[in-house]
């Protein structure tokens, strides 16, 4: 499979806040911290997959009942999915093992929707690495060629596509102020 990505679309920033808006909705009695447009399709001038991202960040003590309403409101829950402190859930219309990759059923936009745990590793690292993008012209045109080099390459699976960005992450996640320490695997221990 090739992965698909696109010259940056404003209309993505749009799409953003309407989905920030019914989420908002959704999530209107728990008081959660804040709804992030996160990734790659949150940078003005970065090419991106056409697949939002977005962080839900919430208090531990909010966290089940954030989950909730996502499923009340037909989100499919997918757990932490091996990344601590991040939940991951499928927009409506879309089950466990159907990921955003791309355009959906209809053409429509997908998105990833994820409830961080306030202070959580995964949450610190979509904000530092948008910040640092955001700053950083010269590092963002970088990743920016890393993401076309692979575009044009065959993968087996979206796995090896984002196995691929691995070093160009961990260099804007140093930029970001992140330790050696800090950029080793966080696993969580199965039972």
Known sequence: MKVAIEPHNPEWAAKFLEIQKQLLHILKDIPITSIEHVGSTSIP?????????????????????????????????????????????????????????????????????????????????HLDIRRVLMEDQELREEYGRVKEKLAETEVENIGQYVKGKTEILYKILRRAGWSEEDLKPETKVKN
């Open 45 to 125: 001038s970065l090419k991106a997959k056409p697949v939002l991202d977005i962080d839900i960040i919430a208090r531990p003590s909010c966290l089940e009942a954030a989950r909730k309403a996502l499923v009340n409101a037909d989100y499919t829950d997918c757990g932490e999915m091996d990344v601590p402190g991040r939940f991951a859930f499928r927009q409506p219309g879309y089950g466990r093992f159907e990921a955003a990759h791309g355009p959906g059923k209809n053409g429509e936009l997908r998105y990833n929707t994820y409830v961080m745990i306030e202070g959580c590793r995964a949450l610190r690292n």
